[in-house]
């Protein structure tokens, strides 16, 4: 499946567990020798009352992750075509919290992607040593880079949306340092878990243009948690309106959040069935 071109390898627990190990989802993502995805998404039975599933995902580099929101949507579709669930809306358990992914009736989905975080130790980022700079009602943190041989520094904006983001705002997406930064970024130490590098170029209130360089995966075509970030980050620093036009390589998503700390964010976008079919995995370790 695909959301906007962040494509995904959908996998169907709810009859039993795989038992696949970091190298086999790692085997399932190789565009080579195996599937080919960005990330590969997991259907497991509900984990406790009032959850309708359990959402496991996996980066292309094997390694678990909390949070993927381009995946959320083609989540409940997924489990809608496989006639797991006939509910418009489900409600999801994820490593980074509780989700609910919802069709609508266009044959987008919207999910609620709860509230951003922004205790940077629950992002976690060590800010130790450093002096932001304020912006908005907000801050931005200087992180130094090793870039083209010289040392950088690049202001970023940090939070969490179940899973880390620094945000950053470029002149211009299409030329921005991207491949060249955004491993820096994503590996930085000031970042224990790592990081997804987003880098924003702002158009209106209403509209923004997005490149994000993803922990474990590299950039993508999209990133549905990173257009949250991107966003709730612009509305803190005082440069967007409360809906906003995410556009990206891969496609459009329309980004919501009130600017209330408690609000949750709300992400539409596509969600497609690219095909269906069976595989023979390799044994492994």
């Not at 567990?17 to 399932?28: D, I, M, V």
């Not at 002149?171 to 060249?180: L, R, S």
Request: with cysteine; aromatic share 6%.
């Amino acid at each position: 499946m695909q959301g906007a071109g962040n494509d995904f390898v959908m996998l169907d627990e709810t009859r039993g567990s795989l038992g696949l190990t970091t190298a086999q989802y790692r085997f399932l993502a190789d565009r080579h020798f195996g599937v080919g995805a960005d990330q590969i998404l997991t259907v497991r039975p509900s984990p406790a009352p009032g959850i309708d599933f359990e959402y496991v995902i996996h980066n292309a580099d094997g390694g678990e992750v909390e949070q993927c929101g381009n995946g959320a949507r083609c989540f409940v579709r997924f489990v809608r075509e496989q006639g797991l669930t006939a509910q418009d809306t489900v409600r999801v358990k994820t490593l980074g919290g509780i989700i609910e992914p919802r069709m609508q009736a266009d044959g987008r989905v919207t999910v609620d992607m709860g509230a951003p975080v922004f205790a940077l130790d629950r992002i976690p980022f060590n800010a130790d040593g450093l002096l932001p700079e304020t912006a908005g009602s907000w801050q931005k943190w200087p992180l130094a880079l090793a870039v083209s041989a010289h040392e950088a520094t690049v202001l970023v904006a940090v939070l969490s949306m179940g899973n880390p983001h620094a945000v950053q705002l470029v002149d211009d997406v299409d030329t921005a340092q991207v491949a060249e930064a955004g491993p820096l970024i994503e590996q930085h130490p000031r970042f224990p878990r790592r990081v997804n590098a987003g880098f924003m170029q702002v158009d209106s209130r209403s509209q923004v243009r997005l490149r994000v360089y993803e922990r474990g995966a590299g950039e993508t075509l999209a990133c549905g948690t990173g257009a949250c970030a991107a966003v709730v980050a612009g509305i803190r620093l005082g440069l967007l309106d409360s809906r906003v036009e995410v556009l990206t390589r891969g496609g459009q998503l329309t980004i919501e959040w009130t600017g209330m700390l408690d609000a949750s964010v709300l992400m539409t976008g596509p969600a497609t069935t690219v095909f269906s079919s069976e595989i023979d995995i390799p044994d492994l370790p």
